[in-house]
């Protein structure tokens, strides 16, 4: 059985206001062909198909035809769970329809899975709560599945411990996640092909700036020991790096087929092919993503010139772009608005003044007023000056700081 893994789409989201639907429908259309050149047979997404919880109609629209193109008129199997992102009874609400083409849609981690009676070449032939069993035509054996939705309290339905005690919470969530995967091991078999996918963190794996956290803390993190490694394959989703989980080589995060902030520069995405038999070892290959337009840094030390240079040179033509351009003045509202006219990948501009470097120092702050070092230092950190309530306001703060103190 020929298996595709991918995860967080992020559908919706967009890159500081600038709409990525596009870049969102081309990593769709390159998955799919991917699927057809490798003759997959099953393709698990881990979760976060979506951004928000109340996904825009285009959104929707995306990931359905996505789905429909996947599953090659139900030809191809297609289990999809809900992530910390998706609404889980909005997710599962097509099932009716899903189920009929192949599809299998888990929102919640207590689901009772649907066992539907599709006439195509894919079929639930058995399921319950957290697992389901296929036949897919163009395999000889079945594959079992474990199926994890993002497992909160809430969606549990839980109360995992009474103490607010971080250590205590993070314990008690990972048992009992482990616990729950641990008792559909059960089904696994000799002669089926035995998968688990969740959307989850994972302790100690590499975050990048681009996820939200599942929750402050770390109380909803899971101790790798904790995953079935029954499972020939665990396919995962929450962090958008494509990773292997410490050193299982059967155990990955597929991560985002976009890069959705510059703290991801220079990585590279991907989704993962697993090619696996009834008792066998998993054979695992990466296959890059280049669909995506790149997100890259500019440092530029020759100021305005050298980044009018660079785009007369188009260079990173269809890159989305965070300057930093070092000037001796402030930029003017009118060269901000001609570098967005010629380069509208630009999302960051970040002026960089020397004087701005030596304003913190003590020697400067004793010979300038308190007002004006905030004002300078306000600029730096935003690229912006700050409004006149905001600079009262920090004034007033420092105001009542000195008497509280005297």
């Known amino acids: 059985m020929r ?14 206001g600038r709409d990525r639907i596009e870049e969102q429908q081309k990593f769709i259309v390159e998955i799919c062909d991917i699927a057809d050149q490798e003759q997959v047979d099953l393709v698990l997404i881990a979760g976060d198909i979506f951004d928000t919880s109340n996904p825009s109609a285009k959104a929707e629209q995306l990931f359905y035809q996505g789905l429909y193109d996947l599953t090659q008129g ?12 998706d609404n889980p009874e909005r997710l599962r609400a097509s099932n009716p329809l899903a189920d009929q083409m192949g599809i299998t849609l888990i929102g919640l981690p207590k689901d009772n899975i649907y066992t539907g009676f599709s006439k195509n070449r894919v079929k639930t032939v058995a399921s319950g709560i957290g697992w389901l069993e296929i036949a897919i035509d163009s395999c000889e054996h079945h594959a079992v599945i474990i199926a994890l939705p993002y497992p909160s309290e809430q969606r549990l339905r839980e109360m995992f411990v009474e103490s607010l005690d971080e250590e205590a919470m ?12 641990e008792e559909r091991v059960q089904h696994f078999r000799k002669d089926t092909v035995n998968l688990c996918t969740s959307h989850l963190f994972v302790r100690g794996s590499k975050e ?3 996820e939200r956290p599942i929750q402050l803390g770390g109380a909803c993190t899971v101790d790798k020991e904790m995953l079935p490694l029954e499972a020939q394959y665990i396919a995962l989703g929450h962090l958008h790096r494509p990773q292997r989980v410490g050193s299982h080589g059967n155990i990955r995060y597929s991560g985002s087929p976009l890069a959705y902030s510059f703290s991801e520069v220079g990585h590279s995405k991907s989704v993962y092919l697993v090619e696996c038999l009834p008792g066998a070892e998993a054979l695992v290959r990466e296959i890059p993503l280049t669909s995506g337009r790149p997100l890259v840094k500019w440092d530029a030390p020759g100021g305005l010139a050298q980044v009018f240079k660079w785009c007369e040179e188009n260079r990173d033509v269809e890159a989305w772009i965070d300057l930093s351009i070092h000037v001796q003045e402030p930029l003017q509202a009118q060269e901000i608005k001609k570098l967005r006219e010629i380069r509208p990948g630009i999302i960051h501009i970040r002026p960089i003044l020397p004087e701005m470097d030596r304003v913190l120092k003590l020697e400067n702050r004793i010979n300038l007023p308190v007002e004006k070092i905030f004002r300078q230092f306000y600029y730096k950190t935003y690229s912006t000056e700050p409004n006149e309530d905001l600079v009262k306001l ?6 009542d700081e000195e008497e509280e103190i005297s």
């Open 74 to 85: 139900g030809r191809r199997g297609v289990v999809v769970i809900a992530g910390n992102h």
């Open 170 to 181: 993070q314990r008690s969530y990972s048992q009992r996640v482990g616990g729950f995967l």
């Open 208 to 210: 990048s700036d681009s």
């Open 3 to 16: 298996i595709l893994h991918t995860s967080d789409w992020h559908l919706g989201r967009s890159l500081e």
């Open 394 to 399: 920090f004034l007033q703060l420092l105001e």
